[in-house]
């Protein structure tokens, strides 16, 4: 495999990692928006 072989796969390597964790932070993101939004409803019931 020649050197510039090697640095494309890593550049793929590397742009897949770094958009699987791009999606991993917007669902946890999500997560804590909905978390969030469900404690305003509830504070607001007990209001």
């Known amino acids: ?10 550049v793929k390597t590397f742009t897949k990692a770094k958009k ?3 999606e991993e932070v917007s669902k946890a993101i999500e997560n804590v928006n909905n978390r969030q939004q469900t404690q ?4 607001r019931r007990q209001d």
């Open 1 to 10: 495999m020649s050197n510039k072989q090697n640095l494309q796969d890593a």
């Open 20 to 22: 699987e964790k791009a």
């Open 40 to 43: 305003r409803e509830q504070q």
